[in-house]
T-cell receptor
Framework: GESVGLHLPTLSVQEGDNSIINCAYSNSASDYFIWYKQESGKGPQFIIDIRSNMDKRQGQRVTVLLNKTVKHLSLQIAATQPGDSAVYFCADSNSGYALNFGKGTSLLVTP | ETGVTQTPRHLVMGMTNKKSLKCEQHLGHNAMYWYKQSAKKPLELMFVYNFKEQTENNSVPSRFSPECPNSSHLFLHLHTLQPEDSALYLC????????????FGEGSRLTVL
């Protein structure tokens, strides 16, 4: 079946540095992509999303880049803070239904 | 406060027990979901309800039985579970605009002995 996966299971960055979390997807029909953050003991929380008619979208300290040619998605976090330590999930869907999640990347921010 | 409340937050049960997980939403969303989150595995979609009607059962074993009595409440009834069913069970909702975004509860951590 179709799958969404992450290149690295863990990522360690120093406070203040920029973080980049990558994600590959396999369903070429996917038209909606989303990043979630899950802190320990909590449910996933929305970070940012992007539709397939865009290649870049910016939020507060976060940017999502979409490369449909190679079916690649990335999340960039600027000036990473200790509060950014969490597991980050990418997910995709076709026509906004039944998000398909990746395994997650654990981001650890060190002082 | 996420607008989606799950109870209990933690549950330990034997394989012969019958228990239920509850999800309540205060967002006015029309769709509600059950996801299973196991260690080192992607979130697995279990069930989808849209306007109280079940629209998807993702090949879930019959020992898991969902119930959606109204648009604000979703239950997952559990009976004769196996130890491999131990996981975090997440409830989520989505709005009628169907943007694709899901709003998650904090989850119910289930341990089956």
């Amino acid at each position: 079946g179709e799958s969404v996966g992450l290149h690295l299971p863990t990522l360690s960055v120093q406070e203040g540095d920029n973080s980049i979390i990558n994600c590959a997807y396999s369903n070429s029909a996917s038209d909606y992509f989303i990043w979630y953050k899950q802190e320990s003991g909590k449910g996933p929380q929305f970070i940012i999303d992007i539709r397939s008619n865009m290649d870049k979208r910016q939020g507060q300290r976060v940017t999502v880049l979409l490369n449909k040619t190679v079916k690649h998605l990335s999340l960039q976090i600027a000036a990473t803070q200790p509060g950014d330590s969490a597991v980050y999930f990418c997910a995709d869907s076709n026509s906004g239904y039944a998000l398909n999640f990746g395994k997650g990347t654990s981001l650890l921010v060190t002082p | 406060e996420t607008g989606v409340t799950q109870t209990p937050r933690h549950l330990v049960m034997g394989m012969t027990n019958k228990k239920s997980l509850k999800c309540e939403q205060h967002l006015g969303h029309n769709a509600m979901y059950w996801y299973k989150q196991s260690a080192k595995k992607p979130l697995e979609l279990m069930f989808v309800y849209n306007f109280k009607e079940q629209t998807e059962n993702n090949s879930v074993p019959s020992r898991f039985s969902p119930e959606c009595p109204n648009s604000s409440h979703l239950f997952l009834h559990l009976h004769t579970l196996q130890p491999e069913d131990s996981a975090l069970y997440l409830c989520a909702t989505s709005p009628p605009t169907n943007t694709g975004e899901l709003f998650f509860g904090e989850g119910s951590r289930l341990t089956v002995l």
